[in-house]
């Protein structure tokens, strides 16, 4: 069918002109999509025109219903104590003077990394130190936030025997539950207090959890946003609030998530999706709004990563 408005600059043009009629070839052809014809024969033959989400053997009768969450898929985290401890792993190895290429130096900086006492916190708190930060972990568990501060210095100790001891990296561990204002505040004035400042932000502090969305308890869904939105916000508008006053620049990684764009299956945890999907946001947001105090803020969404969660 034609739209009228996609028609009339056309005809308008066609019957306005007193100049000499210009070649078809100049003017741009109005489209459309002809009505689709399925060629059956063809459809069986093609596996594109032949796919499904037709459940196998006419399990389910609607086209799509294969697509849906499985109930019988049941995660069960242990608690906290009890979560096994991810391992340092190897870094850069052999000795070198200057630990990052020069334009990713973070040499003479400090970065405060929160979830950073295991999994992709962990990693990447160890790929700031060999780029040549200062840090400062900022874990719920303070005392595997300890262990893995020690390790860390003991790995890039290994991996450098040959630097001395000033040029070795200050690594601290630090208390906080992220979803708490004061405890945020704490944590933050501790690292000052440790390091004399904070440069740059990795907000890695975050869990999952799969409920169906009508049976998920509401306190579990505000204890995950409290944990992944708000101790996002709060981590960033504190450290953004230090950088402003110091008057220099700072840049922040918001870790969010592949489900904060796309909708995992089988498993249940719309939350979750959710809160993802508010940290991208708020990234963006906050990048515009402080663009204009130097300080980057941008998000990077992981997929599936083997980690002790």
Not at 248 to 276: F, H, R
Request: aromatic fraction near 6%; include cysteine; hydrophobic fraction near 40%.
């Amino acid at each position: 069918m034609f739209r009228p408005a996609a028609i009339r600059p056309a005809t308008k043009a066609l019957c306005q002109s007193t100049r000499p009629t210009l070649p078809i070839a100049f003017f741009r052809s109005v489209s459309s999509t002809a009505p689709l014809r399925k060629d059956f024969n063809k459809s069986k033959k093609d596996p594109l025109l032949a796919a499904t989400t037709t459940a196998p053997g006419g399990a389910l009768e609607a086209e799509g219903q294969y697509a849906r969450t499985d109930e019988n898929v049941k995660i069960e985290y242990p608690d906290d104590e009890h979560m096994p401890r991810s391992p340092v792993v190897q870094g850069r190895g052999g000795m070198h003077f200057k630990r990052t290429l020069a334009h990713f130096s973070l040499e003479n900086k400090v970065t405060l990394v929160t979830g950073g006492a295991r999994g992709l916190g962990l990693v990447m708190a160890q790929a700031i130190v060999a780029s040549g930060s200062d840090l400062a972990i900022v874990d719920l568990n303070k005392q595997e936030a300890e262990e893995q501060a020690k390790k860390l210095v003991e790995q890039f100790q290994k991996e450098n025997p040959g630097l001395e001891a000033d040029q070795m990296p200050h690594v601290t561990a630090h208390y906080s539950d992220v979803s708490d204002p004061e405890s945020v505040s704490g944590a933050i004035a501790e690292v000052i207090a440790q390091h004399g400042q904070i440069d740059h932000l990795v907000t890695s502090a975050g869990f999952t959890e799969n409920f169906d969305a009508i049976s998920y308890p509401h306190d579990r869904i505000q204890k995950l946003w409290g944990v992944n939105v708000d101790g996002t916000y709060l981590f960033a508008t504190g450290v953004a609030k230090h950088l402003m006053e110091r008057k220099v620049a700072g840049s922040m990684v918001m870790i969010g998530s592949m489900s904060g764009a796309i909708v995992n299956v089988p498993q249940p945890q719309a939350p979750y999706n959710a809160a993802k999907a508010a940290v991208r946001h708020l990234a963006a947001s906050l990048a515009v709004e402080w663009a204009g105090h130097d300080i980057r803020v941008n998000c990077i969404s992981p997929g599936y990563m083997l980690t002790a969660l």
